[in-house]
């Protein structure tokens, strides 16, 4: 089982940034795809966001963050980050580092972080 910390919510204006980083421990994260999802206030469904393969030559992004949201994963501290640009009030909720077991949204989940909120303003 891999343990997923994450880091770097928090709040900001609409058309701001904001750089979510995540920190991978115990099963080596190589074994994995890793990504993010995010849960709106008040809805259950946690929606895809972004993936990165474990070889971090190929990435996944939903269609709402395409071009706004960049993914990236350092193997030798075993972190994953989400720069977040061009914040909307829709990208607003708790954001969910995961290990997944193939790249993309349709990909078994393995593992789940404990969450970090962002908060974008109008």
């Known amino acids: 089982q891999v343990r997923l910390i994450e880091s770097g919510g928090g709040l900001v204006q609409a058309g701001g940034s904001l750089r979510l980083s995540c920190t991978a421990s115990?099963?080596?994260?190589?074994?994995?795809?890793l990504g993010w999802f995010r849960q709106a206030s008040g809805t259950e469904e946690r929606e895809f966001v972004a993936?990165?393969?474990?070889?971090?030559?190929?990435?996944y992004y939903s269609d709402s963050v395409k071009g706004r949201f960049t993914i990236s994963r350092d193997h030798a501290k075993n972190t994953v980050a989400l720069e977040m640009n061009s914040l909307k009030p829709e990208d607003t909720g708790d954001y969910y580092c995961?290990?997944?077991?193939?790249?993309?949204?349709?990909?078994?989940?393995?593992?789940w972080g404990q969450g970090t909120p962002v908060t974008v303003s109008s």
């Open positions: 995961v290990a997944q077991y193939g790249l993309g949204p349709g990909a078994e989940v393995a593992s």
């Open positions: 115990g099963r080596p994260a190589s074994s994995y795809a």
């Open positions: 993936a990165i393969s474990w070889s971090g030559a190929n990435t």
